[in-house]
């Protein structure tokens, strides 16, 4: 938001400078990003009346202007498309310095010298602007100085305003801010309207079919309007504002808008088929050109405003060029809405528009202040367009929002700020941001709520109020200290230290994500898992619009985001919360842990540089599982063949704590890595947080230090490839002696003889006594019985020698 402190002042008095007022507002929350010195007061600038234009005899684009500048006439070489005779602009002769430093000298252009620049607003600093030549006043005298013209250089304030503030988007609503920071008067135009002819229940009629897109409608028709140039005051400001000038009618509505921050549309009403407004959904199939001269197909979901044959204007976003106001307007049928946010966000992305409006209208305009904005702009298309209002107006107001009220205490207050603040001082607070207040018992307030703050929902939304607006950087900041509350349980949070701890133990890094994504992010993943999804009611942007219900998209996302960054392997962690729908629609929160590799992690030297398969990447995940369930003493973490949406058949398991259910691991689908043009094969692990961390405060049982040698005995078997490991290592425990130490697979091998659809494993069985020697005939006896197990339980061929 460009705010222009001359055009800021019409509405508000304060005694400051231009950096004192950013201070204040920054602290208030209104981040000033930028100072900005816009204009010229050059020496030597005045004002040039075109007398006579010829054509350049050497350039198809340029012409000989003769200009009177008040102490005699010059010629002077111009390219700018609006150079006619009778224009009156802005005139640099030969010897001024312009505000860039160029000083113009009299030189020859395509054979014909030039003795002087007409200025178009870029060469005056004014704006950006070079189109053409910036258009006075016919009233301007020949010869008279630029200061004198334009006024002095302005400063112009560039604000980032919060997307739950929309109420600031506008001078008024930051003149607002400024009376309740320096205790002064808010000045808001007075509106008096001449009102004449038919009514307008005669002139148009306007139908709503959307209410909930649409809640509110004004309509109100103008005759005789007569169409040029707005006011070069008026043009002046939309400049220092961002915002080009078009004519006298386009030049109102975006004034306004500025002013109030409410868009308004105008219409040539004689373009309109019967005249009259239909709000609706957009038809399937339905075409329309916008103002910016493109077609456009538009879904059934883009709200639109049509005639009685056709769309005419997309809601919020844009108007159509089928309806547009044009040189030989005299009737205008002007627009003031509110609509529906969410829609004009949708429509807006859609489309592939970002204007002024779409951008207010995102973030919510107020309805109850839409009519004010509509007789603003009809006051000033008479004064300056010469227009006659029809009496009356078209208003459709569904549902007129009820007053709200909120409570709050000044002790209260006093205790979320650290501020010594009196009730006096809160109450003027509250009454300079417009809010009524009532006192109740106990030092209590009731204040009520205008309709411009949709942001003010609960009392410490009031604390932040009084907090802004005495000062953040009056906010006392106390030594730093710790308040005992006895019987509090910290345990949770140790037990997360100790976890991350055992995390970082292994070799991971932690990362930290946002709570909040897009839902086309979320659906890569789960696309079932929508609609028990939380969806944020006003998100900052449509990529943060809902809240995460699983850590794995986050996760890849990251790993994708470093690999485009050439970090050629990964390791990674997150600790963090997930939210979802339950069956009731309330909402419930869990913490969980996310565990991501990519690239060799786990090999070393040269082995670094070979191919990494898919099931290669998955054990080294699963190792990991493995070893921090040995670090948090888990005493049986297990893993189950298990699908999920975003793993590759095959690659991905459930993951069990005490045989309950607790995660997922395995490879990420090769379709969605490639979102990140991750090709080679990335592993991610989720898991709930609670049940991982539930015995890391149990005292671990000591184990005497074995002080017998161990023996050990292995054992092949081949098998069909649908066996599984953790079935042979059950088996193996179940038929194996007191003696068995330890059972650990070493090789498995497919090809050679063993057939299509078989493979060997190979296993290394340790035993060790606790209280003898074991001799070798006592570890071939153990380990016979577990060879003949096996082959009966499983079926499997035992390969000896």
Known sequence: ???????????????????????????????????????????????????????????????????????????????????????????????????????????????????????????????????????????????????????????????????????????????????????????????????????????????????????????????????????????????????????????ITNYVMLECGHPLHAFDQTLLAEGRIVVRRARAGEKMKTLDGVERELNPTTLVIADARQAVAVAGVMGGGNSEIRPATTTVLLEGAAFKPSDVRTTARSLGLSTESSYRFERGVNPATVDWASRRAVMLMTELAGATCAPGVLDLYAQPAPPRVLHCRGDYIRDRTGLEISDEQIRAIFQGLEMSVQSLENGAYAVGIPTFRRDLEREIDLVEEVARIHGLDQIPAPAPRAILVPGVDDRPAQAIAWGRRALVGLGLRETLNYSFLSERLLNLFDPAAAPRRVVIPNPVSADQAILRDSLVPQMVETLGRNHARQVAEAALFEIGRVFALDASGAMIEEDRLAIGLMGPVGRTGLDKHLPIKSDEIFLWLKGVWEALAVALGLKKAECRVAERPWGEPGCTVALLVNGVGVGALGVVKHGIACEWRLTAPVAVLEAQLAPLLANVFAVPRAVPIAQFPAIRRDMALVASDALKHEDVVRVVRQAAPAELENVELFDIFHGGNLGAGRKSMAYACTYRAADRTLTDEDANRYHVGVKEAVKRELGVEIREG
């Open 1 to 251: 938001m460009r705010v222009p402190i001359s055009w800021l002042k019409d509405y508000v008095d304060f005694a400051d400078t231009p950096q004192g007022l950013a201070a204040k507002l920054t602290f208030s929350g209104l981040e000033v990003e930028h100072l900005e010195t816009i204009g010229c007061d050059a020496k030597g600038i005045v004002v040039g009346e075109i007398l006579q234009v010829e054509r350049h005899p050497n350039a198809d684009k340029l012409t000989l202007c003769t200009v009177n500048h008040g102490a005699g006439q010059l010629v002077v070489v111009c390219g700018a498309p609006n150079a006619r005779v009778g224009l009156k602009a802005l005139f640099a002769p030969s010897g001024v310095t312009l505000p860039n430093g160029l000083t113009l000298k009299k030189a020859k252009i395509r054979g014909v010298f030039s003795e002087g620049m007409l200025c178009a607003p870029d060469e005056l600093g004014l704006s950006k602007d070079h189109a053409g030549l910036l258009e006075l006043d016919a009233k301007w005298a020949p010869g008279t100085p630029i200061a004198e013209v334009l006024g002095a250089p302005e400063t112009v304030l560039e604000l980032e305003v919060t997307p739950n503030r929309p109420d600031c988007l506008s001078l008024i609503g930051i003149a607002r801010e400024v009376a309740a920071l320096y205790g002064t008067k808010l000045r808001i135009p007075e509106i008096k309207l001449a009102e004449s002819g038919k009514p307008v229940a005669e002139l148009t009629h306007v139908v709503v079919e959307e209410a909930e897109g649409c809640p509110r409608y004004t309509a109100r028709i103008l005759h005789g309007v007569k169409m040029g140039a707005s006011p070069t005051w008026m043009q002046k400001r939309l400049e220092l504002a961002g915002i080009r000038a078009i004519n006298n009618v386009v030049d």
